[in-house]
């Protein structure tokens, strides 16, 4: 199976992976992200937690991952 | 009874004396030699596009030191989270509502900088603007931001179990909305500032925030300036409640006045600046649908939520997670459904105020429980009773009750107010009711993605044994942290209250996240008390070895020193310490050696004495589905009971009684845990009988000033009996949690479950005025 090089964009910053594909999920599990209220974008769209198995990152997207408890 | 010989007692605030003398000294106050006057020229029109602005005019006008815009500031953006940078420090392409930042000017006198503004010219071309958050996300909307279409400026989505089954399977589904308005914070004291930018390239803020430490990273960032050249000081702070909870234009057009000028530079706002900066309540809509069985048991809550964010995010991407995530508790749940989403509007940003997102949710489910009490025919605090979590539990939405004094703080105000002898038997006009409500003690991660410690705090002994000296980046905004911090300093190194000094609010002292999500009596009390253990440890060790007696048998108490509970022989040091001080008066005596002796000697033997602490939440581990941090390390509830009078002619309402429980782990300082309370019920019952921030149809506030915008005066309180509970949190510091916003979530529905028992008239939108009272008086009349 030919693996592409796919860039896309973390919390701001250029990332790349070398995997057939890579979901969210797996991008949670790779950034040790321990935030159980972890609030997903992609491109700027909210992704339910329901869906991080199954959604992919592609080539050039944005990922966010927010910590949504703060502020009072 | 406890053994506490600091905590837990009723103590005179540390700053007591500075405030109520006029000695505390506020930004506003600062003067210093060469300072200039800055001003904001700010939008008039909600909604254009910037064609041109001319400065040259107002360069020339005499005592201008200086006029910048967007083309002197850059276009670097910012915001609260990271994830939401969408402003720059002056508008440049656009202004999306009245009050948005154009330009700054310094000048040598704030007459100058006034009248510099006003020769500042600014071509707009107006484009339709929107002010209604429904409105807002419609098709054809005007767009206010062009990377988020429709106008959706954050959205949360969250289910826990199967919703829609879990309804299905339950005997009684109740519907409920609820429309709250935009509110004010209304703290006393504008946002004001001093920059000073000196010749070493070093700026320094002193500035009325209750987050120094997000500050000085974000002007760091804006003004590109290294991030330790920047020092945020914090001065005697009158009042913050959340808006005051990030970096300001006005901060950072001094800063960059300052830096550009070479002298100290003053802004403060005007009370309607302040209103035009808002970062305030936001407006919610609230729609929910509770499902129970006959019994009373609660299911399933369906929860959904539209925010009015106005024109940028501030705080927004919480605000709407939390009006889904903190109806989790604390009552016990199988499913819970959330969808929120926040619009952008043509007004004021709105940001984190008191209870942030929690409030007007809170408020519509409580009213929610009370409807389907009465359908069942239940006590509304028997079914609450029913349902309520306990310490251990964890809600349907992981959120992890480590302790919860809920049924305590119930029973306590069932019995504070002779409920069972009033509810139903009140005549016509008086009404009881009653809510609960419950909120974080900190948030578990810094808002910037970090590791950061959330809190360190430095105690330095003076060289003569004498003083503690508590540095802590913690701010102390009247909610009385600095008075806690003394206190656990005080209780860990065994030693009077009065021995301790607080240094405060200065990001040179150390790192503290600031004073938001109620964080800082369990963060930075944390920080505290490790310093102080680890000031006591080092002292001592270096009693143990000169007494050669083992360093576990050393206590600190009440100032003095015990060996395995007894005088020991410390004569020798006495001695020391005697000779030592020849001439002084008060030299030391009585049985024990005092802590001013020990703490001198372990000086003498080992130099400067610091001991220093930190906190960051634990983690568990990196598995996000696993409960590792969490929303937060603790959670403080609150129940009340309120009685109200209602003049059925004519709408008045009478609030005659509150009654207040909050469970806080451990009352740290009892007064100003009664302080917190009572100060919340103010605040919530402003906002649900007076306060509303009104619009025109061209987007400018109609009642910028507090003459205007009625809050509760002393006249307006009723008799309070406040009620503290103690459920010991095994997270917090002596057992410490949060009161500073857990006591405002009851307010607003316990104030309008009394009135619907008064007058059967059920109001789901606030201000709840008289004449919005006395037409629904005359409808259900009319209907009957």
């Known amino acids: 199976m030919v693996c592409n090089n796919v860039k896309f964009i973390l919390n701001g910053y250029p990332e790349d992976f070398d995997e057939p594909s890579l979901t969210i999920q797996s991008l949670l599990e790779m950034n040790q992200e321990d935030d159980p209220a972890v609030i997903v974008e992609l491109n700027g769209k909210f992704v339910h937690r329901k869906y991080f198995s199954i959604c992919s990152v592609e080539e050039g997207d944005r990922v966010e991952f927010i910590h949504p408890s703060f502020g009072g | ?784």
Not at chain 2, 75 to 91: H, N, Q
Not at chain 2, 372 to 381: L, Q
Not at chain 2, 397 to 424: H, Q, V
Not at chain 2, 659 to 675: F, P, Q, R
Request: hydrophobic share 40%; glycine share 10%.
């Open chain 2, 1 to 784: 009874m406890n053994d506490f010989r600091v905590l837990n007692t009723r103590a005179p605030r540390v700053d007591a004396a500075a405030k109520a003398t006029g000695q505390a000294k506020y930004a506003d106050d600062f003067k210093m030699p060469g300072m200039l006057y800055a001003a904001i020229l700010q939008s008039p029109v909600a909604h254009a596009r910037i064609l041109h602005i001319d400065t040259s005019k107002a360069k020339k006008l005499a005592g201008v030191e200086n006029v910048v815009t967007s083309k002197e500031a850059g276009l670097i953006r910012y915001g609260v989270s990271p994830a939401r940078y969408d402003e720059t420090i002056f508008a440049h392409d656009k202004v999306r509502y009245v009050g948005d930042e154009i330009a700054a000017v310094a000048a040598t006198s704030m007459e100058i900088a006034q009248e510099a503004l006003s020769l500042i010219k600014v071509d707009y071309e107006e484009i339709p603007a929107v002010f209604d958050m429904f409105e807002a996300t419609k098709d054809g909307a005007p767009q206010i931001h062009d990377e988020f279409p429709g106008n959706i400026n954050a959205e949360v989505h969250q289910e826990f179990g199967d919703t829609e089954a879990a309804l299905k399977s339950c005997d009684l589904v109740v519907d409920h909305t609820f429309l709250n308005k935009r509110q004010d914070a209304a703290f006393i004291e504008p946002h004001s500032c001093v920059a000073v930018f000196d010749h070493a390239g070093k700026l320094t803020l002193y500035t009325s925030t209750q987050v120094p430490h997000y500050v000085m990273r974000t002007v760091a960032m804006t003004l590109q300036i290294p991030v330790g050249n920047v020092r945020v000081i914090k001065p005697y702070v009158g009042g913050g409640f959340g808006p005051k909870c990030e970096a300001t234009p006005l901060e950072m057009s001094c800063g960059l006045l300052s830096k550009i000028t070479g002298k100290p530079v003053k802004m403060t706002y005007s009370r309607e600046q302040v209103f035009l900066h808002s970062r305030a309540r936001h407006q919610f809509y609230a729609e929910m649908s509770l499902g129970v069985m006959n019994d009373g048991t609660m299911v399933a809550l369906k929860n959904k939520a539209v925010l009015d964010g106005g024109a940028y995010t501030s705080f927004g991407i919480a605000t709407v997670y939390y009006s889904g995530s903190l109806l989790g508790g604390p009552y016990k749940l199988k499913a819970m459904k959330y969808d929120g989403h926040r619009a952008y509007t043509n007004k004021p940003a709105c940001g984190a105020q008191r209870g942030h997102g929690g409030v007007a949710h809170r408020a519509c489910f409580e009213q929610l429980i009370d409807m389907t009490a009465e359908k069942i025919g239940m006590d509304p605090v028997e079914m609450r009773l029913k349902n309520i979590m306990t310490a251990g539990d964890m809600t349907v939405n992981e959120l992890d009750m480590s302790s919860l004094g809920m049924k305590e703080c119930i029973e306590a105000i069932r019995e504070g107010s002779d409920w069972n002898n009033k509810k139903g038997k009140l005549p016509k006009g008086k009404g009881i009711g009653m809510a609960c409500g419950f909120f974080v003690s900190g948030a578990g991660y810094p808002i910037y993605r970090s590791d950061t410690y959330h809190s360190t705090v430095v105690i330095k002994m003076s060289e003569d044994g004498g003083v503690a000296n508590l540095l802590t980046g913690s701010a102390e905004i009247g909610q009385g942290s600095d008075t806690a911090m003394a206190m656990i300093a005080a209780e860990t190194l065994g030693i009077p209250l009065e021995n301790v000094r607080v240094y405060s609010g200065d990001t040179d002292y150390s790192v503290d996240l600031g004073a938001y999500s109620s964080r800082q009596t369990l963060m930075t009390g944390h920080a505290t008390k490790e310093a102080a253990e680890d000031l006591r440890d080092k002292i001592a060790g270096f009693l143990a070895e000169e007494m050669n007696v083992e360093k576990s048998g050393i206590t600190f108490v009440d100032g003095i020193v015990k060996f395995d509970d007894a005088p020991g022989n410390f004569e020798k040091i006495r001695t020391s310490y005697i000779k030592e001080h020849r001439g002084w008066t008060d030299q030391p005596s009585g049985e024990f050696l005092t802590f001013r002796e020990a703490a001198r000697l372990a000086f003498l033997k080992g130099g400067t004495l610091v001991g220093t602490g930190k906190y960051k939440p634990h983690r568990l581990g990196g598995s996000y589905k696993g409960a590792a941090v969490g929303t937060s390390p603790a959670y403080g509830c609150s129940a009340q009971i309120v009685e109200v009078s209602v003049d059925l002619e004519t709408g008045q309402i009478t609030v005659d009684k509150m009654t207040d429980a909050h469970d806080c782990g451990l009352a740290i300082n009892k007064m100003s845990v009664e302080g917190q309370m009572q100060g919340s019920l103010s605040m919530g019952l402003g906002e649900c009988l007076f306060e509303e921030v009104k619009f025109d149809s061209r987007g400018r506030v109609l009642n910028p000033s507090l003459g205007e915008y009625k809050i509760p005066t002393a006249l307006d309180m009723p008799n309070v009996r406040s009620i503290i509970v103690e459920s010991n949190e095994p997270n917090g510091p002596y057992g410490a949690k949060e009161v500073g916003e857990g006591a405002i979530m009851p307010t607003i529905p316990a104030i309008l479950n009394a009135i619907y028992d008064a007058t059967g008239v059920r109001i789901n939108e606030l201000p709840v005025t008289s004449e919005k009272l006395f037409m629904a008086l005359v409808e259900k009349n009319r209907i009957v």
